[in-house]
C-alpha cells in the first residue's frame, strides 16, 4: 500500500468515527506539518482526494492542500487557544518548553536564534515575561 493510499484511508477513518461529533463544531480544522491552521466552515463543505491532493469545497470557494504536507485534521468551533507566534523581541530570560511540557531551553532573549539551530525539529512553546507563544523548529 502507497504511503499516499494510507494517508487517504487514515483521513477517511478519521472522518468516519469523528461524524458524529461533528454536529457541534462549524469549522473543520486543517494543521500543515509547518504548524500552520487553516479552519473551513463545515457548511455545505466537501471534501475530495486527486493527484495526492485534498481539495475542500465550500460556501467560502475552494482551498487545496498536498497530503504530504497535512499532520491532522480536527472539528472545531473556531476559536483560538489564545497562543501566539513567537517573537524575541526585548530583554528577558526565555523558556522553551516541547509539546509535553518539559522545559528543554532556558536563555536570554539574544540568544534564543542561536540556541534555536541546536533544537530538533518540531512545535515547542516560549514562555517570556509571563507571556506564552509557539515556536516552530524547521
Known amino acids: 500500500m502507497t504511503n499516499m493510499k494510507k494517508i487517504v484511508l487514515m483521513l477517511l477513518l478519521f472522518m468516519a468515527t469523528t461524524a458524529a461529533k461533528a454536529d457541534n463544531y462549524s469549522y473543520l480544522g486543517v494543521e500543515a506539518t509547518d504548524g500552520t491552521t487553516t479552519q473551513l466552515p463545515l457548511t455545505s463543505l466537501v471534501l475530495t482526494f486527486s493527484d495526492g491532493q485534498l481539495v475542500a469545497t465550500g ?20 476559536t483560538t487557544t489564545g497562543i501566539t507566534q513567537a517573537t524575541t523581541d526585548g530583554e528577558g530570560v526565555v523558556r522553551v518548553y516541547n ?3 518539559v522545559k528543554v531551553l532556558e536563555a536570554n532573549s539574544s540568544q534564543l ?11 515547542y512553546l516560549i514562555q517570556k515575561n509571563g507571556v506564552t507563544q509557539k515556536m516552530l523548529v524547521k
Open 99 to 101: 509539546t509535553n511540557g
Open 59 to 78: 460556501a467560502d470557494g475552494t482551498t487545496t492542500f498536498t497530503l504530504t504536507d497535512l499532520a491532522c485534521m480536527f472539528f472545531s468551533d473556531g
Open 113 to 123: 536564534s542561536t540556541l534555536k539551530a541546536q533544537l530538533p525539529k518540531g512545535i
